[in-house]
């Protein structure tokens, strides 16, 4: 097993107090960001992703994680980005996946409005064909929102998009999930995430015509792009003391980074997507690469934490996969 100071901080000792660890357990998910360009530049992104983004994920590289992958029984691999649909390998990564066994699990965090990218034309059938959940940002059903948070004319896009995935199948067959994000478009948590699932079920279906199966609701986190904005209008320290406040022991067992790995564009090992973008990659005296690690090193492995950790323990609680209770 690999051993890792773990540098003091508010979170880690707010679990102590609490009597909490917080470690790896058994790997379910392997979250692999393919690169940091994307074809949008929200407001809150965790990844300061957008179009001038250079960082993208090799073949190579990709065919390594399969190789690795491959010695495991890890049932869920989880593309993001960036938009991830812009790694030119980004099919090849799907179809490789599929090959190891098509009972794998595969996730695409998808934006939508790439579904209208030049080259994408056919992106959505190749998801269908390929059975890949979706799981899109839609951070309100109404347009202002949106496009404050994403960009001018993502509404109208998004909502195309859905429409057309929903004419695929998506969302309504067991085999084609549809599942929706949203994060807050200012400085506060989430609402109750059973509440804003009615709600938006309601006015998508009402206005638009559209079904998914959940709604996701996650917390910004005040790293990266976030950060930014909340610094220049003086929210910072508002938003981080509001998230210390909110800690809820309870949320601890479920986080995500207790059964998922975290993989860079350069294949390097962390525990979250957050940890990436604060560079806090996985070291053994030396940085560590996924194919530096044997899969059954992983469990009971300490997890890194900070600050930004209070993130996902407030209030409901917060992961990839939406609220935690
Ligand atoms: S939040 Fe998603 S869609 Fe928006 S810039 Fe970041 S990666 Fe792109
Ligand atoms: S940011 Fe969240 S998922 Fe990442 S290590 Fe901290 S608690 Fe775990």
């Known amino acids: 097993m690999i051993h ?19 470690q790896h357990g058994r790997t379910e998910v392997l979250q692999i960001n393919v690169g940091k360009k994307c074809n949008q530049t ?41 938009a991830p649909e812009l790694n030119p390998y980004f ?12 009972q794998r699990h595969v996730i695409d965090r998808c934006n939508l409005t790439i579904l209208f990218e030049t080259g994408q034309e056919d992106l959505a059938e190749f998801l269908a064909a390929n059975q890949v959940e979706i799981i899109a940002s839609l951070p309100c059903y109404s347009p202002d929102n949106v496009d404050a948070q994403r960009g001018d004319g993502v509404f109208d896009k998004s909502i195309a998009a859905l429409q057309r995935l929903n ?32 709600d938006y079920r309601r ?30 209008s003086g929210q910072l320290e508002e938003y981080q003391q509001l998230l210390l406040d909110s800690f809820n022991p309870a949320s601890v067992a479920g986080l995500m980074c207790r059964n998922t790995l975290n993989i860079g564009w350069r294949g390097e090992v962390y525990d979250c997507d957050f940890n990436q973008m604060l560079d806090m990659q996985w070291r053994n005296g030396k940085p ?4 530096d690690i044997e899969p059954q090193q992983v469990e009971n492995r300490p ?3 900070g600050d930004h950790c209070f993130g996902c323990t407030a209030g409901a609680g917060s992961s990839c996969g939406g609220a935690i209770l």
């Open 4 to 22: 890792l100071p773990l540098v003091p901080n508010r979170f880690a000792q707010t679990l102590q107090q609490h009597g909490l660890a917080l």
């Open 42 to 82: 929200c407001a809150h992104c965790h990844v300061n992703a957008g179009p001038a983004r250079t960082e993208v994920m090799t073949g190579d590289t990709i065919n390594r994680i399969l190789d690795w992958l491959a010695q495991t029984d890890i049932s869920t691999i989880d593309i993001t980005g960036g």
């Open 91 to 102: 099919r090849h990564l799907v179809e490789r996946v599929k090959a190891l066994s098509p």
């Open 167 to 198: 004419a695929l199948g998506y969302g309504t067959e067991e085999r084609l999930p549809l599942n929706l994000v949203y994060n807050p478009v200012g400085a506060h948590l989430p609402g109750p995430q059973t509440d804003l699932a009615a």
């Open 203 to 232: 006015e998508l279906k009402a206005h638009f015509g559209i079904v998914f199966n959940h709604l996701y609701t996650i917390t910004n986190l005040p790293i990266s792009r976030f950060a930014t904005f909340l610094r220049r």
């Open 288 to 291: 560590l690469y996924l194919w």
């Open 303 to 305: 997890i890194l934490t």
